[in-house]
């Protein structure tokens, strides 16, 4: 797959059995559908998020195209008051981040501080 964002190869790395796509270039991460909810610790945390995906009010249009049907993707606005404006694909094929949303993303939506996606997240990408 082809990084969304500076259209280079991307890399495949495993993240606690969840499989993303990691552009070396640039630093973005895509996930296919389903993925977040899996990256997030907690249950309550991760409906929370997939909540707020939902959110029709949180969302405009975007530029990027989605790698897998490549169709102009959605912005989706997260986060109450750090806010992170990332990709959606409009047929739900997955999320892009730009570098360092994912973690911020993971960080609003899991209260475990000390959680162990946290810990691969830093060991992967020095965070």
């Not at 989706?76 to 360092?100: A, E, M, Y």
């Not at 993303?105 to 691969?120: E, P």
Request: charged letters at 30%; one cysteine or more.
């Amino acid at each position: 797959m082809n990084c969304v964002t500076c259209k280079k190869p991307m890399v495949v790395l495993e993240l606690q059995e969840v499989e993303i796509d990691y552009c070396l270039a640039c630093g973005g991460v895509w996930l296919d559908a389903g993925e977040i909810e899996l990256l997030v610790d907690s249950k309550p945390e991760a409906d929370r998020l997939l909540a707020q995906l939902g959110e029709r009010q949180n969302r405009q249009a975007g530029k990027r195209k989605c790698p897998i049907c490549l169709k102009k993707m959605e912005i989706i606005i997260i986060g109450p008051k750090d806010k992170v404006q990332i990709d959606h694909c409009r047929k739900n094929h997955g999320l892009w981040f730009d570098r360092g949303e994912l973690e911020t993303v993971l960080t609003i939506f899991d209260t475990d501080n000390n959680s162990a996606v946290r810990g691969l997240l830093k060991s992967m990408f020095g965070k």
